[in-house]
């Protein structure tokens, strides 16, 4: 028999996050998050997602061993403001047992129904900085700290129970020597001098905090068009300028302002924190703060976090200051491999960045609909 129970206090959410945990044991692929940061991201007292936004968790258990999870999600700013009748849901982990995929799911679907919602859609996360998608090619890669990883009879579960493809996304990556140097250098300077604009790179964590919340002014307006997209609000800004800042190399942070001073484009690289979050298993402690902060100053890989350009500046080769200032940090760095963290399938101006690179498409993975 299977029994679905609410994940409330602070104990059955630190359950509800280590089911994954027995689940991907001595799985090579995936990557452990840290179970501090999930609880964090859980807390409604201190992720301001909750504002605009609210999630309730629910463990699957069968003759009372667990064995799977869900976050059941509504984004009220989604549904409200932009007319979207979505529940969401997220976090889904489960032992190959069709049985309680449907369990889980129909709880959501429940809660979905009862605030008049029209259909269902994951895994996503509270907001578009948040995880999304299913893998649908890649199980034998390894993950990244910003993706979920799944089992491929994940979606097989899915398609039984009426979901159908919704968005899909696709990551790649490219060895460092793949990029032109030179060429780069010559685009950037010939943009910069044609449009008015110049590069600003930092050596200080310090020094990025006053531009952070431009940043993501230049975030919301890049990305307002795609049909997923809902813009981070000022107290998110707040968090996400405490909470990821500082982790990253300074060095891999680039900025492109106009003459006026105005923010018009920004990039942000991460070091690849897979390897570091593998060694540490969900803890910072006794060693995992050492393998990560080694991460932060010195990689193999990093990954393309966030990228974006003014509308107005699009399509003006901006990209190019930005590319030519990254590749002189990483150069720097020693760093080998550039990866491409999911992008939108529809999102041909991002594509379009990468295009000279010849990345490999090694992973895409989709998110799943069905009405309610």
């Known amino acids: ?37 999930e609880l964090e991201t859980f807390d409604k007292e201190t992720n301001p997602a909750f504002d605009t936004a609210e999630a309730r968790f629910f463990m699957a258990y069968k ?103 919704e968005k899909e996304y696709i990551e790649g990556y490219f060895p460092i020597e793949n990029i032109d140097g030179p060429t780069l250098q010559r685009g950037s300077e010939m943009v910069q001098k044609r449009y008015g604009v110049r ?46 800042i500082g982790l990253i190399n300074p060095g891999l942070i680039k900025f492109v302002l106009n003459e006026e001073g105005k923010m018009v484009a920004f990039s942000i690289m991460m070091p690849d924190f897979a390897p570091a979050l593998k060694k540490a298993n969900g803890s910072l402690l006794p060693f995992g ?28 080769g901006i990209h190019a200051i930005l590319f030519s200032e990254n590749y002189k940090a990483i150069s720097k760095l020693g760093v080998k491999r550039c990866i491409r963290t999911p992008e939108l399938d529809e999102n041909n101006a991002v594509h379009n960045l990468f295009k000279s690179f010849d990345s490999v498409i090694h992973k895409r993975r989709c998110t799943y609909i069905k009405n309610l």
């Open 63 to 165: 003759n009372g061993v667990a064995v799977g999870k869900i976050a059941a999600i509504i984004n009220w700013q989604e549904v409200k403001e932009q007319g979207k009748s979505k529940m969401r849901f997220g976090w889904l982990d489960m032992i190959d047992d069709i049985e309680v995929t449907k369990a889980l799911l129909e709880k959501v679907a429940e809660i979905g129904r009862k605030n008049n919602l029209e259909h269902m859609e994951g895994p996503l996360g509270f907001s578009n900085l948040d995880k999304a998608g299913f893998l649908t090619l890649g199980y034998d890669q390894i993950g990244t700290a910003i993706s979920w990883y799944n089992h491929p009879y994940y979606i097989d579960h899915l398609l039984q129970l009426g979901f159908i493809k």
């Open 289 to 316: 703060w050492y393998h990560l902060l080694k991460a932060k100053n010195k990689m193999e890989a990093v990954a393309f976090y966030l990228i974006g350009i003014l509308p107005e500046y699009q399509n003006k």
């Open 199 to 244: 590069a600003l790179s930092f050596t200080s964590s310090n020094d990025i905090m006053p531009y952070v919340d431009e940043m993501f002014d230049v975030f919301n307006a890049a990305y307002a068009k795609l049909a997923s997209f809902v813009a981070v609000t000022d107290k998110q800004k707040a968090y996400f300028k405490k909470k990821y």
């Open 1 to 37: 028999m299977i029994t679905i129970k609410e994940a409330v206090t602070k104990k059955e959410i630190k359950e509800f996050i280590k089911f994954s945990f027995t689940l991907y044991k001595d799985n090579p692929y995936w990557i452990p998050p840290l179970v501090s940061d």
